[in-house]
Antibody, heavy 125, light 109 residues
Framework: QVQLVQSGPEVKKPGASVRVSCKASGYTFTNFGIAWVRQAPGQGLEWMGWISAHNGDTNYARRFQGRVSMTTDSSTNTAYLELTSLQSDDTAVYYC??????????????????WGRGTLVTVSS | EIVLTQSPGTLSLSPGDRATLSCRASHIVSSTHLAWYQQRVGQAPRLLIY???RRATGIPDRFSGSGSGTDFTLTISRLEPEDFAVYYCQQYGNSPSWAFGQGTKVEIK
């Protein structure tokens, strides 16, 4: 079965960077993209960006552009999220999700069909 | 940029009740690009509905989605104890990009 296993919790100081990993199994890694979504304490879901595991194409949400980087390593079936210049309001659970979907009769469906359990990143001085 | 607004913010209902959740988009959204997710406390989100009305694998048929244009609805026909959770609508856009509504909490009355 599809599994996305994320790295453990992180505590960072303001101004630091964090890297979160997401190891995929149970499917052909390069056939699907990976999205990253975060959730601040008590808040809703916020899409951060997406990366194609096939060719490395990315699209980042506007508010994170310039301080986010998403990469993949097909030799280990792992996706990575790096966020720099951390501030206290970056404290959140960070989720990776597989971008699933299919096309039929020219109509394409795109959705997040499998999620990791999340990685808590705490930014505190 | 499309903004999704969900209502109500909180829905207080009893097991066995019918739940109707709304998601309104600021611009017309293709129905093929609208999804719903459930998030139970302490868990990751789970895909319920995609393409506005198609149930994801393993989702019970008490969950149904409908709508088009700017107005979409998630209906839970008879609430089970495990259905008390937060529900998010999501839109898929060009580039590609995604956006979520702010969520509706379904709580036990």
């Amino acid at each position: 079965q599809v599994q996305l296993v994320q790295s453990g919790p992180e505590v960072k100081k303001p101004g630091a960077s964090v890297r979160v990993s997401c190891k995929a199994s149970g499917y052909t890694f390069t056939n699907f993209g990976i999205a990253w979504v975060r959730q601040a304490p008590g808040q809703g879901l916020e899409w951060m960006g997406w990366i194609s595991a096939h060719n490395g194409d990315t699209n980042y949400a506007r508010r994170f552009q310039g301080r986010v980087s998403m990469t993949t390593d097909s030799s280990t079936n792992t996706a990575y999220l790096e966020l720099t210049s951390l501030q206290s309001d970056d404290t959140a659970v960070y989720y990776c999700a597989r971008r699933g979907g299919y096309c039929i009769s020219g109509v394409c469906y795109r959705y997040f069909d499998n999620w990791g359990r999340g990685t808590l990143v705490t930014v505190s001085s | 940029e499309i903004v999704l607004t969900q209502s109500p913010g909180t829905l207080s209902l009893s097991p066995g009740d019918r739940a109707t959740l709304s998601c309104r988009a600021s611009h017309i959204v293709s129905s093929t690009h609208l999804a719903w997710y459930q998030q139970r406390v302490g868990q990751a989100p789970r895909l319920l509905i995609y393409g506005a009305s198609r149930r994801a694998t393993g989702i019970p048929d008490r969950f149904s989605g409908s709508g088009s244009g700017t107005d979409f609805t998630l209906t839970i026909s008879r609430l089970e104890p495990e259905d008390f959770a937060v529900y998010y609508c999501q839109q898929y856009g060009n580039s590609p990009s995604w956006a979520f509504g702010q969520g509706t909490k379904v709580e036990i009355k």
